[in-house]
Protein backbone atom coordinates (compact mmCIF):
# COMPACT_ATOMS: atom_id res chain seq x y z
CA UNK A 1 0.00 0.00 0.00
CA UNK A 2 2.80 2.39 -0.96
CA UNK A 3 1.54 5.80 -2.20
CA UNK A 4 2.56 8.29 -3.73
CA UNK A 5 1.54 12.19 -4.99
CA UNK A 6 1.57 13.48 -8.15
CA UNK A 7 -0.17 16.49 -10.66
CA UNK A 8 -2.35 16.45 -13.37
CA UNK A 9 0.84 15.39 -15.20
CA UNK A 10 1.32 12.66 -13.23
CA UNK A 11 -2.66 11.70 -14.07
CA UNK A 12 -1.78 12.13 -17.96
CA UNK A 13 0.97 10.12 -17.43
CA UNK A 14 -0.41 7.47 -15.59
CA UNK A 15 -3.53 6.79 -18.27
CA UNK A 16 -0.03 6.99 -21.18
CA UNK A 17 1.03 3.70 -18.94
CA UNK A 18 -2.43 2.50 -18.94
CA UNK A 19 -2.70 2.89 -22.47
CA UNK A 20 0.57 1.68 -23.58
CA UNK A 21 -0.20 -1.89 -22.02
CA UNK A 22 -3.31 -2.15 -24.43
CA UNK A 23 -6.17 -0.94 -21.95
CA UNK A 24 -8.89 0.78 -23.26
CA UNK A 25 -8.97 3.48 -20.26
CA UNK A 26 -12.49 4.98 -19.62
CA UNK A 27 -13.14 7.84 -17.54
CA UNK A 28 -15.26 10.97 -17.08
CA UNK A 29 -15.98 13.37 -20.37
CA UNK A 30 -18.13 16.23 -20.38
CA UNK A 31 -20.56 15.70 -23.06
CA UNK A 32 -24.18 16.28 -24.35
CA UNK A 33 -24.15 18.79 -21.23
CA UNK A 34 -23.24 15.49 -18.52
CA UNK A 35 -20.57 14.33 -17.42
CA UNK A 36 -21.12 10.82 -19.48
CA UNK A 37 -18.26 7.98 -19.29
CA UNK A 38 -16.26 7.29 -22.44
CA UNK A 39 -12.62 6.76 -23.86
CA UNK A 40 -10.12 8.81 -22.38
CA UNK A 41 -7.02 9.20 -24.42
CA UNK A 42 -4.92 11.91 -22.19
CA UNK A 43 -5.86 14.04 -18.85
CA UNK A 44 -7.26 16.73 -20.96
CA UNK A 45 -9.84 14.77 -22.07
CA UNK A 46 -11.18 15.02 -17.98
CA UNK A 47 -13.29 17.71 -17.23
CA UNK A 48 -11.26 19.73 -15.64
CA UNK A 49 -13.60 22.61 -13.84
CA UNK A 50 -17.03 21.32 -14.04
CA UNK A 51 -19.10 20.21 -11.40
CA UNK A 52 -22.82 19.01 -11.60
CA UNK A 53 -26.05 20.80 -9.85
CA UNK A 54 -28.32 17.46 -9.27
CA UNK A 55 -31.54 17.05 -7.42
CA UNK A 56 -34.63 14.93 -7.72
CA UNK A 57 -35.56 14.68 -11.23
CA UNK A 58 -32.62 17.35 -11.96
CA UNK A 59 -29.16 17.01 -13.72
CA UNK A 60 -26.87 19.97 -14.80
CA UNK A 61 -23.36 20.86 -15.55
CA UNK A 62 -21.68 23.66 -13.92
CA UNK A 63 -18.84 25.72 -14.06
CA UNK A 64 -16.43 25.13 -10.46
CA UNK A 65 -14.50 27.58 -9.34
CA UNK A 66 -11.20 25.29 -9.54
CA UNK A 67 -9.95 23.38 -12.40
CA UNK A 68 -10.86 19.66 -10.05
CA UNK A 69 -11.11 16.53 -12.70
CA UNK A 70 -13.32 14.59 -10.58
CA UNK A 71 -15.58 17.28 -8.76
CA UNK A 72 -18.58 15.85 -9.69
CA UNK A 73 -21.21 13.11 -8.53
CA UNK A 74 -22.78 9.93 -10.40
CA UNK A 75 -23.74 10.69 -14.14
CA UNK A 76 -26.15 9.35 -16.24
CA UNK A 77 -24.34 6.61 -17.05
CA UNK A 78 -22.59 3.96 -14.93
CA UNK A 79 -19.56 1.31 -15.37
CA UNK A 80 -22.45 -1.31 -16.23
CA UNK A 81 -22.86 0.07 -19.68
CA UNK A 82 -18.95 -1.35 -20.35
CA UNK A 83 -19.17 -4.75 -17.88
CA UNK A 84 -23.05 -5.49 -18.95
CA UNK A 85 -23.53 -3.89 -22.68
CA UNK A 86 -26.96 -3.26 -23.61
CA UNK A 87 -26.60 -5.64 -26.14
CA UNK A 88 -25.14 -8.25 -25.82
CA UNK A 89 -25.01 -11.70 -28.43
CA UNK A 90 -25.20 -14.78 -26.68
CA UNK A 91 -24.87 -17.47 -29.42
CA UNK A 92 -25.53 -18.05 -33.17
CA UNK A 93 -27.71 -20.74 -35.03
CA UNK A 94 -27.76 -21.99 -38.12
CA UNK A 95 -27.51 -24.91 -40.05
CA UNK A 96 -24.25 -26.33 -39.09
CA UNK A 97 -25.15 -25.89 -34.97
CA UNK A 98 -25.24 -23.41 -32.46
CA UNK A 99 -21.73 -21.50 -32.08
CA UNK A 100 -20.24 -19.47 -29.21
CA UNK A 101 -19.45 -16.07 -29.59
CA UNK A 102 -16.04 -14.61 -29.35
CA UNK A 103 -15.60 -12.28 -26.63
CA UNK A 104 -14.76 -9.31 -27.66
CA UNK A 105 -14.68 -7.08 -24.38
CA UNK A 106 -11.71 -5.24 -24.54
CA UNK A 107 -9.26 -4.84 -21.25
CA UNK A 108 -10.61 -2.13 -19.77
CA UNK A 109 -9.28 0.37 -17.04
CA UNK A 110 -11.80 2.42 -15.48
CA UNK A 111 -10.45 6.02 -14.42
CA UNK A 112 -12.49 7.76 -11.55
CA UNK A 113 -14.95 5.18 -10.24
CA UNK A 114 -16.19 6.69 -7.10
CA UNK A 115 -16.55 4.20 -3.90
CA UNK A 116 -20.22 3.74 -4.71
CA UNK A 117 -19.84 2.83 -7.78
CA UNK A 118 -16.72 0.43 -7.00
CA UNK A 119 -19.10 -1.56 -4.50
CA UNK A 120 -21.98 -1.49 -7.80
CA UNK A 121 -18.76 -3.01 -10.18
CA UNK A 122 -19.00 -5.92 -7.30
CA UNK A 123 -22.48 -6.40 -6.85
CA UNK A 124 -22.60 -6.74 -10.84
CA UNK A 125 -19.72 -8.83 -11.46
CA UNK A 126 -20.96 -11.31 -9.14
CA UNK A 127 -24.13 -11.63 -10.99
CA UNK A 128 -22.58 -11.25 -14.81
CA UNK A 129 -18.96 -12.64 -14.67
CA UNK A 130 -16.90 -11.31 -17.06
CA UNK A 131 -12.78 -10.12 -16.48
CA UNK A 132 -12.44 -7.90 -13.90
CA UNK A 133 -11.51 -4.17 -15.48
CA UNK A 134 -8.36 -2.06 -14.03
CA UNK A 135 -9.88 -0.03 -11.82
CA UNK A 136 -8.85 3.31 -10.86
CA UNK A 137 -11.20 5.00 -8.12
CA UNK A 138 -11.54 8.69 -7.25
CA UNK A 139 -12.66 8.90 -3.54
CA UNK A 140 -15.34 11.00 -2.86
CA UNK A 141 -14.67 14.49 -1.55
CA UNK A 142 -17.60 16.04 -2.66
CA UNK A 143 -20.84 14.27 -2.47
CA UNK A 144 -23.99 15.48 -4.11
CA UNK A 145 -27.05 16.56 -3.26
CA UNK A 146 -28.63 12.86 -4.15
CA UNK A 147 -26.09 10.51 -2.72
CA UNK A 148 -26.49 8.56 0.11
CA UNK A 149 -23.59 6.06 -0.21
CA UNK A 150 -22.71 6.45 3.71
CA UNK A 151 -26.44 4.62 4.42
CA UNK A 152 -25.60 1.89 2.22
CA UNK A 153 -21.78 1.17 3.51
CA UNK A 154 -20.35 1.95 0.48
CA UNK A 155 -18.39 4.88 0.33
CA UNK A 156 -17.47 7.60 0.37
CA UNK A 157 -13.70 6.26 0.80
CA UNK A 158 -12.97 3.65 -1.43
CA UNK A 159 -13.95 0.01 -0.80
CA UNK A 160 -11.97 -3.31 -1.56
CA UNK A 161 -11.39 -3.84 -5.27
CA UNK A 162 -9.54 -1.10 -6.51
CA UNK A 163 -6.34 -1.43 -8.14
CA UNK A 164 -5.46 2.05 -7.41
CA UNK A 165 -7.17 4.80 -5.20
CA UNK A 166 -6.74 8.51 -6.32
CA UNK A 167 -7.66 11.30 -4.04
CA UNK A 168 -8.22 14.88 -5.30
CA UNK A 169 -7.20 17.79 -3.55
CA UNK A 170 -6.39 21.42 -4.86
CA UNK A 171 -5.39 24.05 -2.59
CA UNK A 172 -2.79 26.36 -1.94
CA UNK A 173 -0.02 24.26 -3.05
CA UNK A 174 -1.81 23.46 -6.51
CA UNK A 175 -3.78 20.36 -8.04
CA UNK A 176 -2.79 16.92 -7.25
CA UNK A 177 -3.75 13.35 -6.60
CA UNK A 178 -3.14 11.38 -3.85
CA UNK A 179 -2.53 7.65 -5.34
CA UNK A 180 -2.39 4.13 -3.23
CA UNK A 181 -2.14 1.30 -4.61
CA UNK A 182 -4.28 -1.42 -3.84
CA UNK A 183 -3.31 -4.33 -5.55
CA UNK A 184 0.05 -5.68 -6.99
CA UNK A 185 -0.97 -4.91 -10.94
CA UNK A 186 -1.82 -1.23 -9.11
CA UNK A 187 1.83 -0.91 -7.16
CA UNK A 188 3.02 -1.67 -10.59
CA UNK A 189 1.67 0.78 -12.75
CA UNK A 190 2.04 3.17 -9.84
CA UNK A 191 6.32 2.66 -9.96
CA UNK A 192 5.53 3.45 -13.73
CA UNK A 193 4.33 7.04 -12.90
CA UNK A 194 6.66 9.97 -12.05
CA UNK A 195 5.22 11.06 -8.26
CA UNK A 196 6.85 12.26 -5.22
CA UNK A 197 6.37 9.81 -2.05
CA UNK A 198 3.29 11.01 -0.07
CA UNK A 199 4.08 12.43 3.51
CA UNK A 200 2.29 11.98 6.47
CA UNK A 201 0.45 15.37 5.92
CA UNK A 202 -0.98 14.19 2.36
CA UNK A 203 -2.64 11.21 3.82
CA UNK A 204 -3.89 12.92 6.89
CA UNK A 205 -5.37 15.71 4.37
CA UNK A 206 -7.28 12.95 1.90
CA UNK A 207 -8.53 11.27 4.86
CA UNK A 208 -9.91 14.53 6.41
CA UNK A 209 -11.26 15.30 3.12
CA UNK A 210 -13.19 11.89 3.12
CA UNK A 211 -14.42 12.34 6.36
CA UNK A 212 -15.71 15.23 5.76
CA UNK A 213 -17.63 14.15 2.87
CA UNK A 214 -19.14 11.28 5.02
CA UNK A 215 -20.69 14.17 6.97
CA UNK A 216 -22.10 16.41 3.65
CA UNK A 217 -24.23 13.33 2.16
CA UNK A 218 -27.28 14.79 0.77
CA UNK A 219 -29.83 11.89 1.77
CA UNK A 220 -29.65 9.58 4.26
CA UNK A 221 -31.80 5.60 4.47
CA UNK A 222 -33.80 5.60 7.29
CA UNK A 223 -31.77 3.91 10.16
CA UNK A 224 -33.34 0.14 10.56
CA UNK A 225 -33.04 -2.97 8.61
CA UNK A 226 -33.98 -2.09 5.18
CA UNK A 227 -34.60 -5.96 4.35
CA UNK A 228 -36.93 -6.62 6.99
CA UNK A 229 -38.84 -2.53 6.03
CA UNK A 230 -39.29 -4.43 2.47
CA UNK A 231 -40.42 -7.83 3.92
CA UNK A 232 -42.62 -6.23 6.19
CA UNK A 233 -44.06 -3.59 4.36
CA UNK A 234 -45.29 -5.77 0.67
CA UNK A 235 -48.72 -5.26 1.40
CA UNK A 236 -48.73 -1.49 2.71
CA UNK A 237 -50.99 1.32 0.68
CA UNK A 238 -47.68 3.43 0.16
CA UNK A 239 -47.09 1.22 -3.36
CA UNK A 240 -50.18 2.88 -4.49
CA UNK A 241 -49.58 5.93 -3.38
CA UNK A 242 -45.63 5.70 -5.03
CA UNK A 243 -47.64 4.04 -8.16
CA UNK A 244 -49.47 7.84 -8.24
CA UNK A 245 -46.45 9.62 -8.60
CA UNK A 246 -44.26 6.97 -10.79
CA UNK A 247 -44.62 7.06 -14.86
CA UNK A 248 -42.98 3.08 -14.98
CA UNK A 249 -40.77 4.29 -17.66
CA UNK A 250 -38.17 2.44 -16.11
CA UNK A 251 -35.33 5.31 -16.06
CA UNK A 252 -34.65 3.55 -12.61
CA UNK A 253 -33.52 1.03 -13.38
CA UNK A 254 -31.54 1.78 -16.59
CA UNK A 255 -29.54 4.15 -14.57
CA UNK A 256 -28.63 2.20 -11.78
CA UNK A 257 -25.10 0.60 -11.70
CA UNK A 258 -26.22 -2.71 -10.35
CA UNK A 259 -30.03 -3.14 -11.99
CA UNK A 260 -28.94 -6.34 -14.42
CA UNK A 261 -32.05 -7.82 -15.69
CA UNK A 262 -32.29 -8.75 -19.45
CA UNK A 263 -33.98 -9.90 -22.05
CA UNK A 264 -33.20 -12.38 -24.67
CA UNK A 265 -34.45 -12.41 -27.89
CA UNK A 266 -34.05 -14.02 -31.49
CA UNK A 267 -32.63 -12.23 -34.37
CA UNK A 268 -33.09 -13.57 -38.03
CA UNK A 269 -31.91 -13.16 -41.51
CA UNK A 270 -33.32 -13.64 -44.66
CA UNK A 271 -30.95 -16.28 -45.14
CA UNK A 272 -32.25 -18.67 -41.99
CA UNK A 273 -29.36 -17.77 -39.73
CA UNK A 274 -30.11 -16.55 -36.13
CA UNK A 275 -28.55 -14.54 -33.74
CA UNK A 276 -29.77 -15.33 -29.64
CA UNK A 277 -29.19 -11.85 -27.71
CA UNK A 278 -29.72 -10.25 -24.64
CA UNK A 279 -30.52 -6.69 -23.82
CA UNK A 280 -30.84 -4.80 -21.02
CA UNK A 281 -34.70 -5.24 -19.51
CA UNK A 282 -36.38 -3.61 -16.74
CA UNK A 283 -39.00 -5.19 -14.34
CA UNK A 284 -41.50 -1.79 -15.12
CA UNK A 285 -41.70 -3.00 -18.56
CA UNK A 286 -45.04 -5.14 -18.84
CA UNK A 287 -44.44 -8.03 -20.38
CA UNK A 288 -41.43 -8.09 -17.86
CA UNK A 289 -43.24 -10.92 -16.04
CA UNK A 290 -45.56 -12.26 -18.97
CA UNK A 291 -46.83 -16.18 -18.28
CA UNK A 292 -48.99 -17.27 -21.03
CA UNK A 293 -52.29 -15.72 -20.43
CA UNK A 294 -50.96 -12.82 -19.14
CA UNK A 295 -48.36 -10.46 -17.07
CA UNK A 296 -47.99 -11.25 -13.84
CA UNK A 297 -47.28 -7.55 -12.48
CA UNK A 298 -49.73 -5.03 -14.49
CA UNK A 299 -50.02 -2.67 -11.85
CA UNK A 300 -47.66 0.37 -11.48
CA UNK A 301 -47.63 -0.39 -7.83
CA UNK A 302 -46.65 -4.24 -8.24
CA UNK A 303 -43.63 -3.12 -10.41
CA UNK A 304 -42.75 -0.17 -8.07
CA UNK A 305 -42.58 -2.46 -5.14
CA UNK A 306 -41.15 -5.31 -6.79
CA UNK A 307 -38.06 -2.70 -7.73
CA UNK A 308 -37.41 -1.21 -4.83
CA UNK A 309 -38.10 -4.57 -2.90
CA UNK A 310 -35.38 -6.55 -4.95
CA UNK A 311 -32.76 -3.59 -4.29
CA UNK A 312 -33.09 -3.46 -0.74
CA UNK A 313 -34.45 -6.53 0.49
CA UNK A 314 -34.83 -9.43 -1.73
CA UNK A 315 -31.28 -8.98 -3.23
CA UNK A 316 -30.06 -9.85 0.13
CA UNK A 317 -31.73 -13.28 0.02
CA UNK A 318 -30.58 -13.86 -3.43
CA UNK A 319 -27.07 -13.09 -3.58
CA UNK A 320 -26.20 -12.28 0.16
CA UNK A 321 -25.61 -8.36 -0.05
CA UNK A 322 -27.95 -5.34 -0.95
CA UNK A 323 -28.68 -4.25 -4.68
CA UNK A 324 -28.33 -0.65 -3.80
CA UNK A 325 -25.04 1.25 -3.24
CA UNK A 326 -26.39 4.73 -2.63
CA UNK A 327 -25.31 6.30 -6.09
CA UNK A 328 -28.53 8.33 -6.43
CA UNK A 329 -28.81 8.17 -9.49
CA UNK A 330 -31.85 6.67 -9.53
CA UNK A 331 -33.34 9.88 -8.04
CA UNK A 332 -31.81 12.31 -10.56
CA UNK A 333 -33.14 10.83 -13.64
CA UNK A 334 -36.70 9.91 -12.21
CA UNK A 335 -38.91 12.44 -14.20
CA UNK A 336 -41.12 12.45 -11.14
CA UNK A 337 -38.32 12.48 -8.93
CA UNK A 338 -39.41 10.05 -6.91
CA UNK A 339 -36.97 9.49 -4.09
CA UNK A 340 -35.76 5.98 -3.09
CA UNK A 341 -34.76 6.65 0.26
CA UNK A 342 -37.62 9.34 0.89
CA UNK A 343 -39.89 6.74 0.23
CA UNK A 344 -38.25 3.79 1.99
CA UNK A 345 -38.36 6.56 5.44
CA UNK A 346 -42.54 7.25 4.43
CA UNK A 347 -42.88 3.42 4.05
CA UNK A 348 -40.88 2.71 7.68
CA UNK A 349 -43.25 5.82 9.23
CA UNK A 350 -46.13 3.81 8.15
CA UNK A 351 -44.94 0.57 9.42
CA UNK A 352 -44.11 1.67 12.80
CA UNK A 353 -47.50 3.15 13.38
CA UNK A 354 -48.84 -0.85 12.75
CA UNK A 355 -48.99 -0.68 9.02
CA UNK A 356 -51.57 0.01 6.88
CA UNK A 357 -52.77 -3.18 5.03
CA UNK A 358 -54.62 -2.76 1.82
CA UNK B 1 -20.49 -22.24 -22.19
CA UNK B 2 -23.69 -21.91 -20.69
CA UNK B 3 -25.72 -19.95 -23.21
CA UNK B 4 -24.68 -22.29 -26.26
CA UNK B 5 -27.04 -25.23 -26.05
CA UNK B 6 -25.99 -29.02 -27.14
CA UNK B 7 -28.41 -30.37 -30.06
CA UNK B 8 -30.84 -32.94 -29.77
CA UNK B 9 -32.60 -34.76 -32.49
CA UNK B 10 -36.43 -34.96 -32.18
CA UNK B 11 -36.86 -39.18 -32.72
CA UNK B 12 -40.51 -39.52 -31.40
CA UNK B 13 -43.23 -37.19 -31.43
CA UNK B 14 -46.54 -38.02 -29.86
CA UNK B 15 -49.76 -36.10 -29.55
CA UNK B 16 -51.19 -36.08 -26.05
CA UNK B 17 -54.11 -33.61 -26.75
CA UNK B 18 -55.21 -30.71 -28.99
CA UNK B 19 -52.60 -28.62 -28.04
CA UNK B 20 -50.10 -30.82 -26.40
CA UNK B 21 -47.30 -33.14 -27.96
CA UNK B 22 -44.94 -35.31 -26.15
CA UNK B 23 -40.87 -35.37 -27.91
CA UNK B 24 -38.45 -37.46 -27.60
CA UNK B 25 -35.02 -36.11 -28.13
CA UNK B 26 -31.71 -37.81 -28.96
CA UNK B 27 -28.39 -36.02 -28.44
CA UNK B 28 -26.77 -35.86 -31.50
CA UNK B 29 -23.63 -35.94 -29.98
CA UNK B 30 -22.78 -34.87 -26.73
CA UNK B 31 -25.30 -35.11 -23.66
CA UNK B 32 -26.70 -33.01 -21.07
CA UNK B 33 -26.14 -34.29 -17.35
CA UNK B 34 -29.07 -36.80 -16.42
CA UNK B 35 -32.02 -34.94 -14.87
CA UNK B 36 -33.86 -35.60 -11.81
CA UNK B 37 -37.95 -35.70 -11.83
CA UNK B 38 -38.91 -31.92 -11.50
CA UNK B 39 -36.48 -30.07 -13.09
CA UNK B 40 -36.25 -28.49 -16.67
CA UNK B 41 -34.34 -27.87 -19.63
CA UNK B 42 -34.85 -24.43 -21.77
CA UNK B 43 -35.63 -25.89 -25.10
CA UNK B 44 -34.62 -23.53 -28.02
CA UNK B 45 -36.49 -23.35 -31.73
CA UNK B 46 -34.11 -22.45 -34.24
CA UNK B 47 -34.49 -18.35 -35.07
CA UNK B 48 -38.18 -18.53 -32.89
CA UNK B 49 -36.42 -18.67 -29.46
CA UNK B 50 -36.24 -20.63 -26.14
CA UNK B 51 -38.41 -21.49 -22.80
CA UNK B 52 -38.40 -23.14 -20.12
CA UNK B 53 -40.11 -27.02 -20.11
CA UNK B 54 -40.36 -29.69 -17.63
CA UNK B 55 -38.56 -33.23 -17.83
CA UNK B 56 -41.81 -35.52 -18.51
CA UNK B 57 -39.65 -38.54 -18.14
CA UNK B 58 -36.31 -40.15 -17.72
CA UNK B 59 -36.36 -43.51 -19.23
CA UNK B 60 -32.56 -43.73 -18.28
CA UNK B 61 -31.12 -44.21 -22.49
CA UNK B 62 -29.47 -40.29 -22.70
CA UNK B 63 -32.72 -39.21 -24.34
CA UNK B 64 -34.92 -35.96 -23.09
CA UNK B 65 -39.01 -36.85 -23.04
CA UNK B 66 -40.96 -33.89 -22.92
CA UNK B 67 -44.38 -32.65 -23.41
CA UNK B 68 -44.97 -29.32 -24.26
CA UNK B 69 -48.54 -27.40 -24.58
CA UNK B 70 -48.90 -24.68 -27.46
CA UNK B 71 -49.27 -21.63 -26.05
CA UNK B 72 -47.23 -18.90 -27.61
CA UNK B 73 -44.72 -18.83 -30.51
CA UNK B 74 -41.92 -20.72 -29.06
CA UNK B 75 -43.93 -23.25 -27.55
CA UNK B 76 -45.76 -23.76 -30.39
CA UNK B 77 -42.58 -24.29 -32.65
CA UNK B 78 -41.66 -26.84 -30.45
CA UNK B 79 -44.37 -28.69 -29.88
CA UNK B 80 -45.09 -28.59 -34.03
CA UNK B 81 -41.52 -30.37 -34.42
CA UNK B 82 -41.20 -33.39 -36.31
CA UNK B 83 -38.92 -36.13 -35.58
CA UNK B 84 -35.46 -34.98 -37.21
CA UNK B 85 -35.95 -31.64 -36.61
CA UNK B 86 -32.52 -30.63 -34.30
CA UNK B 87 -33.37 -28.47 -31.85
CA UNK B 88 -31.33 -27.18 -28.58
CA UNK B 89 -31.49 -28.18 -25.03
CA UNK B 90 -29.73 -26.47 -22.04
CA UNK B 91 -30.04 -27.86 -18.21
CA UNK B 92 -30.94 -29.65 -15.82
CA UNK B 93 -31.95 -26.48 -14.33
CA UNK B 94 -33.66 -26.22 -10.92
CA UNK B 95 -35.07 -28.04 -8.10
CA UNK B 96 -36.46 -31.55 -8.03
CA UNK B 97 -39.05 -33.14 -6.46
CA UNK B 98 -37.79 -34.24 -2.87
CA UNK B 99 -38.60 -38.13 -2.83
CA UNK B 100 -35.79 -39.06 0.02
CA UNK B 101 -37.80 -40.99 2.88
CA UNK B 102 -41.21 -40.52 1.54
CA UNK B 103 -43.77 -42.87 2.60
CA UNK B 104 -47.38 -42.52 1.08
CA UNK B 105 -47.32 -40.10 -2.00
CA UNK B 106 -50.23 -37.92 -3.41
CA UNK B 107 -49.86 -36.57 -6.36
CA UNK B 108 -52.27 -33.24 -7.23
CA UNK B 109 -51.95 -32.48 -11.19
CA UNK B 110 -53.90 -29.75 -12.83
CA UNK B 111 -53.87 -29.44 -16.77
CA UNK B 112 -50.27 -29.33 -18.22
CA UNK B 113 -49.12 -29.32 -14.62
CA UNK B 114 -49.14 -33.36 -14.68
CA UNK B 115 -46.31 -33.54 -16.58
CA UNK B 116 -43.40 -32.61 -14.31
CA UNK B 117 -44.75 -35.25 -11.98
CA UNK B 118 -45.11 -37.98 -14.93
CA UNK B 119 -41.48 -38.84 -13.71
CA UNK B 120 -42.36 -39.26 -10.35
CA UNK B 121 -45.57 -41.89 -11.19
CA UNK B 122 -44.90 -45.92 -10.65
CA UNK B 123 -41.39 -44.97 -10.36
CA UNK B 124 -42.02 -45.38 -6.54
CA UNK B 125 -42.48 -48.87 -4.76
CA UNK B 126 -44.52 -45.97 -2.38
CA UNK B 127 -48.17 -46.10 -2.27
CA UNK B 128 -48.88 -43.30 -4.82
CA UNK B 129 -52.29 -41.10 -5.26
CA UNK B 130 -52.69 -39.50 -8.35
CA UNK B 131 -55.46 -36.69 -8.37
CA UNK B 132 -55.29 -35.13 -12.25
CA UNK B 133 -57.44 -33.06 -13.48
CA UNK B 134 -58.28 -30.89 -16.57
CA UNK B 135 -60.60 -28.56 -18.18
CA UNK B 136 -62.08 -30.58 -20.58
CA UNK B 137 -61.98 -34.97 -21.22
CA UNK B 138 -60.25 -33.83 -24.90
CA UNK B 139 -57.33 -31.85 -22.32
CA UNK B 140 -56.28 -34.73 -20.17
CA UNK B 141 -53.14 -35.82 -20.65
CA UNK B 142 -51.46 -39.18 -20.72
CA UNK B 143 -54.48 -40.67 -20.61
CA UNK B 144 -53.71 -44.53 -21.80
CA UNK B 145 -50.96 -44.86 -19.86
CA UNK B 146 -52.08 -43.92 -16.74
CA UNK B 147 -54.70 -46.50 -16.60
CA UNK B 148 -51.73 -48.86 -16.85
CA UNK B 149 -50.40 -47.41 -14.05
CA UNK B 150 -50.99 -50.54 -11.32
CA UNK B 151 -49.06 -48.98 -8.74
CA UNK B 152 -50.77 -45.70 -9.03
CA UNK B 153 -54.18 -45.42 -7.82
CA UNK B 154 -55.46 -42.22 -10.19
CA UNK B 155 -58.35 -40.07 -10.12
CA UNK B 156 -59.41 -38.10 -13.18
CA UNK B 157 -61.78 -35.21 -13.05
CA UNK B 158 -62.87 -32.61 -15.67
CA UNK B 159 -64.07 -29.02 -14.97
CA UNK B 160 -66.64 -29.81 -17.98
CA UNK B 161 -67.38 -32.91 -19.10
CA UNK B 162 -69.45 -34.34 -22.39
CA UNK B 163 -71.19 -36.98 -23.97
CA UNK B 164 -68.36 -39.67 -23.72
CA UNK B 165 -67.27 -38.88 -20.06
CA UNK B 166 -68.18 -40.73 -17.15
CA UNK B 167 -66.00 -40.07 -14.51
CA UNK B 168 -65.69 -36.90 -12.13
CA UNK B 169 -67.00 -33.48 -13.00
CA UNK B 170 -65.15 -30.95 -10.37
CA UNK B 171 -62.06 -29.50 -9.26
CA UNK B 172 -59.36 -31.46 -7.66
CA UNK B 173 -60.04 -29.99 -4.32
CA UNK B 174 -63.23 -32.09 -4.21
CA UNK B 175 -61.63 -36.15 -4.10
CA UNK B 176 -59.05 -33.91 -2.71
CA UNK B 177 -61.55 -33.48 0.74
CA UNK B 178 -62.48 -36.72 1.12
CA UNK B 179 -59.51 -39.38 0.15
CA UNK B 180 -58.57 -41.42 3.07
CA UNK B 181 -54.45 -40.42 3.76
CA UNK B 182 -52.48 -40.66 6.55
CA UNK B 183 -51.26 -37.38 7.70
CA UNK B 184 -48.41 -38.91 9.40
CA UNK B 185 -46.74 -41.06 6.65
CA UNK B 186 -48.24 -38.77 3.09
CA UNK B 187 -45.97 -36.45 1.38
CA UNK B 188 -48.12 -34.44 -1.09
CA UNK B 189 -46.63 -32.89 -4.74
CA UNK B 190 -49.04 -30.50 -6.34
CA UNK B 191 -48.33 -28.59 -9.83
CA UNK B 192 -50.90 -26.76 -11.15
CA UNK B 193 -52.21 -23.30 -11.65
CA UNK B 194 -51.83 -21.37 -9.21
CA UNK B 195 -55.13 -20.86 -7.41
CA UNK B 196 -55.46 -24.50 -7.74
CA UNK B 197 -51.80 -25.52 -5.61
CA UNK B 198 -53.16 -22.64 -2.65
CA UNK B 199 -56.93 -24.61 -2.95
CA UNK B 200 -55.36 -28.05 -2.70
CA UNK B 201 -53.07 -26.84 0.04
CA UNK B 202 -55.27 -25.32 2.23
CA UNK B 203 -57.56 -29.00 2.03
CA UNK B 204 -54.71 -30.70 2.80
CA UNK B 205 -53.65 -28.70 5.84
CA UNK B 206 -57.14 -28.55 6.97
CA UNK B 207 -57.19 -32.02 7.06
CA UNK B 208 -54.25 -32.60 9.12
CA UNK B 209 -51.01 -32.16 6.54
CA UNK B 210 -48.08 -30.48 7.59
CA UNK B 211 -46.93 -27.85 5.61
CA UNK B 212 -43.39 -29.07 5.16
CA UNK B 213 -44.97 -32.08 3.81
CA UNK B 214 -46.44 -30.44 0.57
CA UNK B 215 -44.55 -29.54 -2.32
CA UNK B 216 -45.40 -27.19 -4.88
CA UNK B 217 -43.58 -26.52 -8.59
CA UNK B 218 -43.89 -22.84 -9.07
CA UNK B 219 -43.80 -21.08 -12.21
CA UNK B 220 -42.87 -17.36 -13.57
CA UNK B 221 -41.20 -15.80 -16.77
CA UNK B 222 -37.36 -17.74 -17.54
CA UNK B 223 -34.89 -16.31 -20.47
CA UNK B 224 -32.20 -17.78 -18.82
CA UNK B 225 -32.28 -20.53 -16.69
CA UNK B 226 -28.75 -19.28 -14.62
CA UNK B 227 -29.86 -16.70 -12.73
CA UNK B 228 -29.09 -13.77 -14.64
CA UNK B 229 -32.07 -12.76 -16.47
CA UNK B 230 -34.13 -11.42 -13.32
CA UNK B 231 -37.63 -12.36 -14.54
CA UNK B 232 -37.86 -15.71 -12.52
CA UNK B 233 -37.95 -13.85 -9.26
CA UNK B 234 -40.95 -14.54 -7.25
CA UNK B 235 -40.71 -12.23 -3.73
CA UNK B 236 -36.73 -13.54 -2.33
CA UNK B 237 -36.94 -16.96 -4.95
CA UNK B 238 -35.14 -17.02 -8.49
CA UNK B 239 -37.38 -19.63 -9.86
CA UNK B 240 -34.68 -21.19 -12.20
CA UNK B 241 -32.36 -21.74 -9.26
CA UNK B 242 -34.32 -21.89 -6.31
CA UNK B 243 -37.34 -23.66 -7.63
CA UNK B 244 -39.45 -24.81 -9.27
CA UNK B 245 -40.05 -27.59 -6.58
CA UNK B 246 -40.36 -25.77 -3.65
CA UNK B 247 -41.83 -26.33 0.08
CA UNK B 248 -44.93 -25.39 1.34
CA UNK B 249 -43.73 -23.11 3.84
CA UNK B 250 -41.64 -21.37 1.14
CA UNK B 251 -44.29 -20.55 -1.07
CA UNK B 252 -47.43 -19.86 0.85
CA UNK B 253 -46.61 -16.46 1.88
CA UNK B 254 -45.58 -15.74 -1.78
CA UNK B 255 -48.54 -17.75 -3.43
CA UNK B 256 -51.18 -15.61 -1.30
CA UNK B 257 -49.30 -12.43 -2.07
CA UNK B 258 -51.05 -10.75 -5.29
CA UNK B 259 -49.15 -9.12 -8.65
CA UNK B 260 -45.83 -10.64 -6.17
Wanted: overall charge negative.
Amino acid sequence: MASQVFDLSGLDALIGVLRADGRVVVGPLLRDDAITLAEVKSATDLPSGWGVEIGPGHYRVRRRTDTAVFGHSAGPQSWKRFLHPPHRTLMSSDSSGFHAVQDDTPDYAFLGVRACDLAAIGKLRQITGGRAPFVVAAQCTEPGEVCFCTSMGCGPAAGPGYDIALTERIDEQGQRFLATSGTAEGAAVLARVPAREAVPEDIALAEQDVDAAARNMGRAMPELDLRDLLAAGRDSAHWEAVAERCLTCGNCTMVCPTCFCVSVEDHTDLDGNAERAQRWASCFEIDFSYLHGGAVRTSGAARYRQWMTHKLGTWHDQFGTSGCVGCGRCIAWCPAGIDITEEAAVLSQTMKHGGDRR
Amino acid sequence: MTWVPTPYRVVARTVETHDSATLTLRPVAESLPGFRPGQFAMLYAHGVGEVPISISAIPGDGTLVHTIRAVGAVSRALHDAEPGTVIGARGPFGTAWQLDGVEDLLVVAGGIGLAPLRPVLGHLSKRTVLIAGARTPQDLLYKDELGQLSSVDTVLTVDHGDHDWHGRVGFVTEPLASLPFDPERTTALLCGPEPMMRFCARTLLGRGLAPDRIQVSLERNMQCGIGVCGHCQLGPLLLCRDGPVTGYPTARPLLSAKEL
